[in-house]
């Protein structure tokens, strides 16, 4: 397994739609695993396939907790999150069904430095293949909602920061045009 490039916004990939996935082949598992090394070395809960470059509809995710020791635990989860065998690889992702809303505060690994709270549904379920090719339903609230949302979000071109007001976009659009990312002021 080996750690990817994460793009940073404002590259143009991430801005794309992504494609839908035809048929899941070796190149693809490996791809899944690389961007779940990435993910948990950066460290992240998830990662969509455009921000390491691919143009298509992959995420992975893992919202555990970690307890003191970096271990996970399930302390703090909802039952639905309980429910859900980690870490996940949705293949082409579809919101079925939301309900309620949730804020919560998000950040990117896209967007390195910023942390923002993004009004998203509280529920949601979502139809997606698993990497193995089975057509699944995942329900899904709290943390993982959000975060099923936000990557979903990559897939069709958006990033967090364009889900808050234009005031708090245009903001961290210019901190970021001045400041690039390795001295980012939130
Ligand atoms: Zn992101």
Not at 129 to 140: C, M, P
């Given at each position: 397994?080996?750690?990817?490039?994460?793009?940073?916004?404002?590259?143009p990939v991430l801005k794309q739609v992504a494609k839908k996935i035809d048929s899941i082949d070796q190149d693809l598992k490996v791809l899944a695993?690389?961007?779940?090394?990435?993910?948990?070395?950066?460290?992240?809960?998830?990662?969509?396939?455009?921000?390491?470059?691919?143009s298509i509809r992959m995420v992975v995710i893992d919202t555990r907790p970690k307890d003191d020791d970096g271990n996970f635990t399930d302390?703090?989860?909802?039952?639905?999150?309980?429910?859900?065998?980690?870490?996940?690889?949705?293949?082409?992702?579809?919101?079925?069904?939301?309900?309620?809303?949730?804020?919560?505060?998000?950040?990117c690994l896209s967007v390195p430095g910023y942390v923002e709270e993004v009004e998203r549904a509280a529920y949601v379920e979502v139809n997606h293949s698993t990497i193995d090719g089975e057509e699944v339903t995942l329900k899904a609230d709290s943390l993982l909602a959000v975060c099923v949302q936000h990557e979903i979000d990559h897939l069709d071109g958006k990033v967090f920061i364009e889900r808050l007001s234009q005031l708090k976009f245009d903001?961290?659009?210019k901190l970021i045009k001045k400041n690039g990312y390795d001295q980012p002021e939130a």
């Amino acid at each position: 397994m080996s750690v990817l490039e994460v793009l940073k916004y404002p590259h143009p990939v991430l801005k794309q739609v992504a494609k839908k996935i035809d048929s899941i082949d070796q190149d693809l598992k490996v791809l899944a695993n690389n961007m779940l090394e990435t993910m948990y070395k950066a460290p992240g809960v998830g990662l969509a396939a455009p921000q390491v470059g691919h143009s298509i509809r992959m995420v992975v995710i893992d919202t555990r907790p970690k307890d003191d020791d970096g271990n996970f635990t399930d302390e703090d989860m909802t039952e639905l999150e309980k429910a859900v065998t980690y870490p996940l690889v949705l293949v082409n992702p579809v919101i079925t069904k939301k309900e309620g809303t949730i804020k919560w505060e998000e950040g990117c690994l896209s967007v390195p430095g910023y942390v923002e709270e993004v009004e998203r549904a509280a529920y949601v379920e979502v139809n997606h293949s698993t990497i193995d090719g089975e057509e699944v339903t995942l329900k899904a609230d709290s943390l993982l909602a959000v975060c099923v949302q936000h990557e979903i979000d990559h897939l069709d071109g958006k990033v967090f920061i364009e889900r808050l007001s234009q005031l708090k976009f245009d903001r961290i659009r210019k901190l970021i045009k001045k400041n690039g990312y390795d001295q980012p002021e939130a």
